[in-house]
């Protein structure tokens, strides 16, 4: 299986400051056939389902707001939210659906500072 | 509006077993391949099992380790309906399990609330 591992676990963050989570796969997710890194960056909040909110890497999901911006390729992913909002606040899961069986990551927890 | 709305947790004992269920609506459910994930209590997530869209005699399924030979996922495409049957129950399996709609290429972008299972004596 491959494994995906998030860093940090957690992050505390001011109001309308950069928050960054890192996503590592144990084994490359991108296919040269389609040149796509299959990466997605799920966000949990309390008591919620997860919603998707990042695809193939760096696409944005219908209604995600700007602020969030996936990037990276390969093994090494990221998840930036250039300016966090109090809305934000949740716990941040990236994917990978390159193999079966699809995997997360542990989570990243996202607070206020 | 894609909805997905399972039904079916509870309280079970180890060993016990439980039929989840979860009723498709807003999309063409028979074009979708369709999975189950699952989180424990304060954990992260965990896939579960997957079932492709098509005919009963060509759908692709698929088990994660944790739970093959336990588990059983069947869709029913004339009543927009997916199932989990969960036999030999475990106290580990115990999650909010979650129906998922799959886009495509196994990526999941629609999740239902949830249904909460309890395997305890």
């Known amino acids: 299986d491959i494994v995906m591992t998030q860093s940090p676990d957690s992050l505390a963050v001011s109001l309308g400051e950069r928050a960054t989570i890192n996503c590592k796969s144990s084994?490359?997710?991108?296919?040269?056939?389609?040149?796509?890194?299959?990466l997605a960056w799920f966000q949990q909040k309390p008591g919620q389902p997860p919603k998707l909110l990042i695809y193939?890497?760096?696409t944005r999901n219908s209604g995600v707001p700007d602020r969030f911006s996936g990037s990276g390729s390969g093994t090494d992913f990221t998840l930036t939210i250039s300016s966090l909002q109090a809305e934000d606040v949740a716990v941040y899961y990236c994917?990978?659906?390159?193999?079966?069986?699809?995997?997360f990551g542990q989570g990243t927890k996202v607070e206020i500072k | 509006e894609v909805q997905l709305v399972e039904s079916g947790g509870g309280l079970v004992k180890p060993g016990g077993s439980l039929r989840l269920s979860c009723a498709a609506s807003?999309?063409?459910?028979?074009?979708?391949?369709m999975n189950w994930v699952r989180q424990a209590p304060g954990k992260g997530l965990e896939w579960v099992s997957s079932?492709?869209?098509?005919?009963?005699?060509?759908?692709?399924?698929y088990y994660a380790d944790s739970v093959k030979g336990r588990f059983t996922i069947s869709r029913d495409n004339a009543k927009n309906s997916l199932s989990l049957q969960m036999n030999s129950l475990r106290v580990e399996d115990t999650a909010m399990y979650y129906c998922?709609?799959?886009?495509?290429?196994?990526?999941?972008?629609?999740w239902g609330q949830g249904t909460l299972v309890i395997v305890s004596s």
């Open positions: 994917q990978q659906y390159h193999t079966t069986p699809p995997t």
């Open positions: 998922v709609r799959e886009s495509g290429e196994q990526l999941v972008d629609y």
């Open positions: 807003g999309f063409t459910f028979s074009s979708y391949s």
């Open positions: 079932i492709s869209r098509g005919s009963s005699g060509s759908r692709y399924i």
């Open positions: 193939w890497a760096s």
């Open positions: 084994q490359s997710v991108f296919y040269s056939s389609n040149n796509k890194n299959y």
